[in-house]
Antibody, heavy 117, light 107 residues
Framework: QVQLKETGPDLVQLTQTLSITCTVS????????VHWVRQPPGKGLEWMGAMWNGGGTDYNSAFKSRLSISRDTSKSQVFLKMNSLQTDDTAKYFC???????????WGQGVMVTVSS | DIQMTQSPASLSASLGETVTIECRASEDIYSNLAWYQQKPGNSPQLLIY???SLADGVPSRFSGSGSGTQYSLKINSLQSEDVASYFC?????????FGSGTKLEIK
């Protein structure tokens, strides 16, 4: 069955770099796009960016040049890397499968990351 | 960016009641709208897509409607397991944007 699972650190120091891995199963990264969405504690959802099935990427301009998304199709993994972390980057980070270039039909359980000063 | 204005922010209703959550887009999104349910500590789960299509496995007491810039999610015969936050999301344009959420509680 379709599954996505995020793995990453619980705690990142201020101004450091966050790295999270999304490992997928039950589908191919060359068939489906995978997106990253985050949610600060008690708040709403924010779209961060996408890894397209063809290997390209797209980013929310809100993250300017801080964000990088890549993948390793042989390992069925998508990677998020974001630098210059601030306290307002404290959030739960989700990866999600993009159905038919429209909505998100499967989500990972998320990884909660706290940025500490 | 398309702004999604969702209301109300919170809602308290009795078991068996019908509730409606609204979402307004800052421009026409041509029914490219999804609704998600998020229970505490869990990830969002797809309820409705294309404004009014029920996702697989979602109870028929959930329904979506709307067009243009105005959309709504209706829950009939409220059940205890419906306690959750609900979010709308437009996928007409990038960046994808979400409503701020509605927290539904049982009275």
């Amino acid at each position: 069955q379709v599954q996505l699972k995020e793995t990453g650190p619980d705690l990142v120091q201020l101004t450091q770099t966050l790295s999270i891995t999304c490992t997928v199963s039950g589908f191919s990264l060359t068939t489906y796009n995978v997106h990253w969405v985050r949610q600060p504690p008690g708040k709403g959802l924010e779209w961060m960016g996408a890894m397209w099935n063809g290997g390209g990427t797209d980013y929310n301009s809100a993250f300017k040049s801080r964000l990088s998304i890549s993948r390793d199709t042989s390992k069925s993994q998508v990677f998020l890397k974001m630098n210059s972390l601030q306290t307002d980057d404290t959030a739960k980070y989700f990866c999600a499968r993009h159905h038919n270039w429209e909505y998100f039909d499967y989500w990972g359980q998320g990884v909660m990351v706290t940025v500490s000063s | 960016d398309i702004q999604m204005t969702q209301s109300p922010a919170s809602l308290s209703a009795s078991l068996g009641e019908t509730v409606t959550i609204e979402c307004r887009a800052s421009e026409d999104i041509y029914s490219n709208l999804a609704w998600y349910q998020q229970k505490p500590g869990n990830s969002p789960q797809l309820l409705i897509y294309d404004a009014n299509s029920l996702a697989d496995g979602v109870p028929s007491r959930f329904s979506g409607s709307g067009s243009g810039t105005q959309y709504s999610l209706k829950i009939n015969s409220l059940q205890s397991e419906d306690v959750a936050s609900y979010f709308c999301q437009q996928y007409n344009n990038y960046p994808f944007t979400f409503g701020s959420g509605t927290k539904l509680e049982i009275k």
